[in-house]
């Protein structure tokens, strides 16, 4: 592979293959942790809901992330990216459901804070890109893996508010809508267990000998 270019149709080489495998994993995360964006005049009409509830919930919906990160980055040092990616999906999936079928403001808000825990995805793509691209490479690498991932927000704005209304409709097809991306998810988890793989065959994943946060020097 040359440093500017990379062969991404070329699905027989396994880096290429589980680059794709891991910006569409990423790609999910970001529909999910977006999903509630572009259905906001079905939502607020569903609970009534006046700006400043719904201001709320896009703080909430990104309060948790940061947290997740540093959390889900200990986590894949510890366990690697293929369980940890898979185990993300696969939990979120349950979080975008309770979101979709809240039946109340509080309880819509204590969802959309977890699924704040769905952004975290980003850490683990970067991770398992850096394991198996050389250094020549990986930086495009990279790039097309965040790029094409980050790409779920626009994905979900576009496609959602089509599928509640043209695909499920009434007055809860918002919420068919949001929990079908769980399910999506769902079944990805699985299958990105059974097809990714930490490192190249033959490679040896690192792991630190104690898994927390920055070792510092002194208390101060």
């Known amino acids: 592979m040359s440093e500017a270019q990379l062969k991404l149709l070329n699905l027989s080489d396994s880096s290429i293959k589980t680059l794709h495998i891991a910006w569409f994993a990423f790609f999910l995360t970001f529909i999910m942790w977006f999903s509630h964006a572009p259905m906001k005049p079905f939502i607020m009409e569903a609970f009534d809901m006046s700006n400043a509830q719904w201001k709320a919930l896009l703080i909430l919906n990104v309060a948790l992330t940061i947290p997740a990160r540093i959390v889900i980055g200990i986590l894949v040092d510890k366990f690697g990216p293929r369980i940890v990616y898979s185990g993300l999906l696969i939990s979120s999936a349950f979080l975008c459901w309770g979101f ?13 804070f977890l699924c704040g825990f769905i952004g975290a995805g980003f850490v683990i793509g970067i991770r ?4 198996w691209f050389p250094a020549k490479t990986v930086g495009l690498a990279e790039g097309i893996y965040g ?7 626009a994905a979900a704005a576009w496609t959602l508010p089509a599928i509640a209304a043209y695909v499920y409709g009434g007055d809860d097809g918002w919420r068919y809508a ?3 991306t769980g399910a999506v998810a769902f079944c990805y988890g699985f299958l990105f267990y059974k097809v990714a793989r930490n490192t190249p065959k033959g490679s040896t994943y690192f792991k630190p000998k104690k898994s927390g946060g920055l070792e510092v020097s002194n208390k101060r």
């Open 128 to 131: 398992l890109v850096g394991e």
């Open 100 to 112: 979709a079928f809240a039946q109340s403001y509080e309880q819509l808000a204590l969802f959309r």
């Open 178 to 180: 949001i929990a079908t």
């Open 147 to 153: 790029g094409w991932g980050n790409f779920g927000s």
